[in-house]
Every structure is written in C-alpha cells, then in structure tokens.
C-alpha cells in the first residue's frame, strides 16, 4: 500500500481516499463485520483514506443514531487512515452536533454538503460553515456536489471568497465535472487541498495539481486510480489515458443501472455481502445484473 505523497520511488502519488459504502445486512442494520472486510481490502487495495457516510455511503438514508454508531465504530482506524466524517445536514445545530462527535472520536477533518433544498443565501450558507468551524476545531472540507444539491457557488461573492480563505477550510471535495470552477477555486486559494469528486475526470483534473480524488467507485476500482495517477505522473499520458477510458466505460454502466445500487452488487460479484441498498433504492433486477458481470468481467477483474 502506498500512503502520503511519494512512494519509495519519488513518483508523486496523489491520495485516493474511498468514499464508503454502508453495507446493510437482511434486517437493514449496519454490517459492520462486512464493513471492517471492506475496508482490509480496500486498505489492501492502496486506499489512503476514507470518507465516511457519504452519498456512497447512503449517508442521507441514515438516522442519526446509525450515523454516530459508524463515526464511532470506524474511529479504530484512526492514525493509520485518513478518516473523513460526513456531517451534511439541513440544519446547522445537527451539523455541529455530528462534527463534535467527530472531534471526540479523533477524525482527521469534517465535511459537509453546501446547505441545500431550502433557498439560502450565500451569506447564510457561509454562515452555516462558520458556526460549525467556530463550534468543533477541526478541519473542514467543503462538499460541492451542485448537480445534486441544486446549490452553485458564487466565486464572485465576496464571502464565499472569505470563506474559501479561511485556513480553518483545509480543501474541497469538488464533485463536479466543471474544472473550470476547481481552478477558479484554487486561484482564490492556492492552499487549499482539492479532491476530485467525479471519478470520470480525474484524470482530466490532474494538471491542475490536485491533492487526490475522493470516489464512489473507489470501492472496487482503487488500483485503477492509483494507476492513472502514477502513469500521469511519469508522463505516460497515452496509458493513462487509455486506463481512465476503461474506468470510465465501467462508470457508464454503474450509472446506467444505478451507481449506488451497482457498486454494492460490484462488492458482491468479488465476495463481499453488501446487501441491497437502502430504500428508496432499489436493488437491480436481473437483466442488470447480467449487463453488469459482464462489463466487471472485461474491465474490472482483469486488475
């Protein structure tokens, strides 16, 4: 496993930190002993870190006690693994809730989504992560996931801009495929840690020097992107090139049948009992699971 910024070679190597599934058992409780199988092969896999109860990790389909329970069973793997906890919510007072929690268990950083579904302002959303900042100290990543939260961020604004300065805001979790905005962000702050979030350009967001990709598919498709960022950086553009195309086709059919859905099946053709998703997920019918062995079998298992 290669961990932190250069392997034993010198080649940088930019950090891939899985954004983590919640596997559920028949009674739709957390599996945690599936959990724990996940994460060593994951961990196996070159994984630095993890983002936990995320989108991947049906993080909104949670409660809020199942939420704590995993902040707090995962903390054992503190120190060895970057441990990102996910704190959207709606509201600030939960948010701040869910990051104490966080701090008490010892996560490397906080995250959460731009307050979405009611129509803030963007003084107000800024204020949303400055009473958690000033709440919790830990550091924050900001979530910017704007095709599902429906929230795009002002870079015009003068506190999103103030926002984005303070060094309270260690990086962005950017999931979204405009790269334009990603430089846009690191003009505003050169500092800041950027994490892809869309695993279909990670490549593409490479020569913008970022600091690694935070991804759903991560979960079974690590070395993969561990590849792509060690032949980038040995200037092996074409085999980079061609590597993200395959992840990429592997992508299209995730999201083709339901990415949630797929990559917890993904789990299961290689032996792990994800289960299925969460309600209102559904889990795939047979026809796509058929499509899908398929394209695993050409793109994925052949790693």
Known sequence: MVVGWLDKKGIKVKEIIVALVTPFDEEDKINYSVLDSIIEYNVNQGADGFFVGGSAGEGMLLTLDEKVSLFEYLSKYN???????NI?????KEAIYLAKKAKELNYYAVSSLIPYYYKHSMESIVKYYMEIMDAVDLPMLIYNFPINSGVY????????IALLKDKRVFGIKHTNRDLYEMERIMRINPDLSMYN??????????????KGAIGSTFNVTTPMFKAIGELYEQGKIEEALKLQREANILMDAFIKVGLIPAIKYALETIGFEAAKPRLPFMELDNDSKTYLEGVLNKYLNKL
């Open 79 to 85: 120190g060895d693994y970057k441990l990102i906890a």
């Open 153 to 160: 961020l002002d870079l015009d604004d003068t506190n999103v």
């Open 88 to 92: 959207s919510s709606l509201g600030t």
């Open 197 to 210: 979030g869309y695993d279909e350009v990670y490549l593409n967001a490479l020569p913008l020097n970022i």
